[in-house]
């Protein structure tokens, strides 16, 4: 008889995530910082509420924590180098957006800025933070104040041309094909 399943240990092992860039800056607008985090997701639709996983030692975590806004910035598969530098690298050791040769622009909303080479952004305000000390990560839940698309998309989400990244228990992906739309079960 084989056997059908072997059991691992609990660990924090679903795959894919997203792979983004999460801009913030200070009180002040002075001090802009990029933190790659793949502990993200859309949270509810209405309204939108998006949300990020930071351990509290993240130079990213004070700045997000006194401003309550930071911008989700989704990136290319082609940024994938600069999106592993900006999770490997303090904010408090080195400015990221010169290192990387990246262009923070104004968001129209929040002071956190946008970055500019990022197919998608995503303003978002803090409307609650679950800190619960025992857990290693705090979730910032964040309301989506303000969506920008690179102009090249005509204002639309296309993650065939975007060609955004996933993080899979250790690598960064491409995503595939186009397998169906929502709903395409009960055509």
Not at 11 to 23: N, T
Not at 64 to 79: K, L, R
Request: hydrophobic share 40%; glycine share 8%; with cysteine.
């Amino acid at each position: 008889m084989t056997e059908e399943k072997v059991f691992l240990d609990p660990a924090a092992e679903l795959f894919p995530v997203p792979a983004v860039m999460v801009s913030c800056c200070d009180k002040d607008g002075t001090k802009n910082n990029i933190i790659s985090l793949a502990w993200v997701g859309i949270l509810s639709s209405d309204p939108p509420i998006l949300g990020i996983c930071i351990r509290p030692s993240r130079f990213s975590y004070g700045l997000i924590t006194e401003t309550g806004e930071f911008v989700v910035n989704v990136p290319s598969e082609a940024q994938a180098k600069l999106l592993d530098h900006c999770g490997m690298v303090s904010g408090g050791d080195e400015d990221k957006f010169e290192a990387c040769k990246l262009t923070p622009i104004p968001a129209s909303i929040v002071k956190a800025p946008l970055i500019k080479e990022c197919p998608v952004n995503f303003e978002c305000k803090v409307i609650k933070v679950i800190d619960d000390y025992s857990i290693s990560h705090h979730l910032f839940l964040g309301e989506i104040v303000a969506i920008a698309v690179s102009a090249e998309y005509k204002g639309k989400i296309d993650a065939g041309k975007m060609k955004p990244l996933v993080f899979c228990n250790g690598e960064y992906w491409s995503l595939g094909k186009v397998l169906g739309k929502m709903g395409f079960s009960k055509k």
